[in-house]
């Protein structure tokens, strides 16, 4: 069964800090990948996905990520946190072949000043 | 302005007593989705349409009814809310794949007593 497991409930960094976020998934096929970042009060929006090609996919506001087939992983990262990425982040799978989605369950990002 | 709007924002009702959220989208998008958003689970999906007249069972449908009678229109039926349906309620639509960005709706925050 495909699932995603981000394993950081909550991280705190500092500004101008580097940020990592985990994400691994269990899927039989080449996944659908996605990060999603949700500000407080407000909808998800989609900061970056992958398919296929380079592994390593830039998106929105500064943020990356690389997918390694090998470690089941899709973590998200940015080189210089700001005080306004204090949000959640969720990483998803699309199936391929259906029209489902499979959500992490979350990480609250807390920036320090 | 493109986007994804979701009725009402804020809801307080009674075991049993039948609700809708509605849901509406300006992008001529033809897939739907509904999700429900709970701490510590993420989000889950419960319904998604690919197009009118053609809906299908996410991973958490039990409870809720949806119909697709036009493309913009994505209602969200609790025939019987129970306090366990409690929950905050995303709407989310894309072009076709599920390959295509998702956008989301403000969410819609249902508390059954």
């Known amino acids: 069964a495909q699932s995603v497991t981000q394993p950081d409930i909550h991280i705190t960094v500092s500004e101008g800090a580097s940020l990592e976020l985990r994400c691994n998934y269990s899927?039989?096929?080449?996944?659908?990948l996605f990060w999603y970042v949700q500000s407080p009060g407000q909808g998800l929006q989609l900061l970056l996905k992958?398919?296929?090609?380079?592994?390593l996919v830039q998106g929105i506001k500064g943020f990356e990520a690389e997918f390694k087939r090998s470690q089941s992983s899709f973590n998200l990262r940015k080189p210089s946190v700001h005080w306004s990425d204090a949000a959640e982040y969720f990483c998803?799978?699309?199936?391929?072949?259906?029209?489902?989605?499979?959500f992490g369950t979350g990480t609250r990002l807390k920036v320090l000043a | 302005e493109a986007q994804v709007t979701q009725n009402p924002r804020y809801l307080i009702t009674v075991t049993g007593k039948k609700l809708t959220v509605t849901c509406s989208q300006n992008?001529?998008?033809?897939?739907m989705s509904w999700y429900r958003q709970d701490p510590g689970l993420g989000l889950r999906q419960i319904y998604y349409?690919?197009?009118?007249?053609?809906?299908d069972k996410g991973d958490v449908p039990e409870g809720y009814k949806v119909s697709r009678k036009e493309k913009r229109n994505f209602p969200l039926i609790l025939e019987s809310p129970s306090p366990n349906q409690t929950s905050l309620y995303f709407c989310?639509?894309?072009?076709?794949?599920?390959?295509?960005?998702?956008?989301f709706g403000p969410g819609t925050r249902l508390t059954v007593l």
């Open positions: 992008m001529n998008h033809e897939y």
């Open positions: 349409s690919m197009n009118v007249e053609v809906t």
């Open positions: 998803a799978v699309g199936a391929q072949g259906t029209y489902k989605y499979i």
């Open positions: 992958y398919f296929s090609g380079d592994t």
């Open positions: 899927y039989g096929a080449t996944p659908y």
């Open positions: 989310a639509s894309s072009l076709a794949q599920v390959t295509d960005t998702q956008y």
